[in-house]
């Protein structure tokens, strides 16, 4: 079955400090991967997307994330942390069977020290 | 950039009653779905809709639920008959096709009281 998961229910990290978040799927195919981030009371916005190709993905607001195959997983990761980061962060895979959706993972929760 | 919007921002509904989420999804998208976040847990799957219909519903969309794009703009969520379990965040997605994004509303707090 598909699943995605997120190790970490919550982080904190200094601003300025680099930061990496873990993201493990379980897919058969070669999955799309992507990045959401919440930030409290608001929607599910897109911070990047893995189709094909270039396994190291840049995304909005500094992000990158990288697909590794062979360890099944899709870190986000970024080099320097700022205060608006702080959020919940959601891993998701699309799933092609039945119909297209998304399998969340449930998040990771990410506080910013001044 | 177009947007996926949902109304009412926050719903307090009395246990027992029906209440209709709305969506306006993206106007040229043709899949459209309804997710749920119960506060503190993960994003979940509820059902996905395409050409007027129901693809795929998870064991969560019971009878209790209901999705319909009554015109060209709209799509919505009927919860019949709330239970307190019901409180939820539920937000509304769509995209164009299989390898574009979802995109994600701000979501409907709905509390069942």
């Known amino acids: 079955a598909q699943s995605v998961t997120q190790p970490d229910i919550h982080i904190t990290v200094s601003e300025g400090a680099s930061l990496e978040l873990r993201c493990n799927y379980s897919?058969?195919?070669?999955?799309?991967l992507f990045w959401y981030v919440q930030s409290p009371g608001q929607g599910l916005q897109l911070l990047l997307k893995?189709?094909?190709?270039?396994?190291l993905v840049q995304g909005i607001k500094g992000f990158e994330a990288e697909f590794k195959r062979s360890q099944s997983s899709f870190n986000l990761r970024k080099p320097s942390v700022h205060w608006s980061d702080a959020a919940e962060y959601f891993c998701?895979?699309?799933?092609?069977?039945?119909?297209?959706?998304?399998?969340f993972g449930t998040g990771t929760r990410l506080k910013v020290l001044a | 950039e177009p947007e996926v919007t949902q109304t009412p921002s926050h719903q307090v509904t009395q246990m027992g009653q029906e209440v209709i989420l709305r969506c306006v999804p993206i106007?040229?998208?043709?899949?459209f779905y309804w997710y749920r976040q119960i506060l503190g847990q993960k994003v979940e799957f509820l059902v996905s809709?395409?050409?007027?219909?129901?693809?795929?519903k998870s064991e969560i969309f019971d009878d209790q639920f209901s999705v319909e794009r009554p015109d060209g703009s709209n799509f919505t969520l009927k919860i019949r008959s709330t239970k307190l379990e019901d409180s939820a965040m539920y937000f509304c997605?769509?995209?164009?096709?299989?390898?574009?994004?979802?995109?994600f509303g701000n979501g409907t707090r709905l509390t069942v009281t």
């Open positions: 997605a769509s995209t164009d096709d299989m390898d574009s994004p979802l995109h």
């Open positions: 897919y058969g195919a070669t999955p799309y």
């Open positions: 893995y189709f094909s190709g270039d396994t």
């Open positions: 998701a895979v699309g799933a092609t069977s039945g119909t297209y959706k998304y399998i």
């Open positions: 106007s040229n998208h043709l899949y």
């Open positions: 809709f395409y050409n007027n219909e129901i693809s795929e």
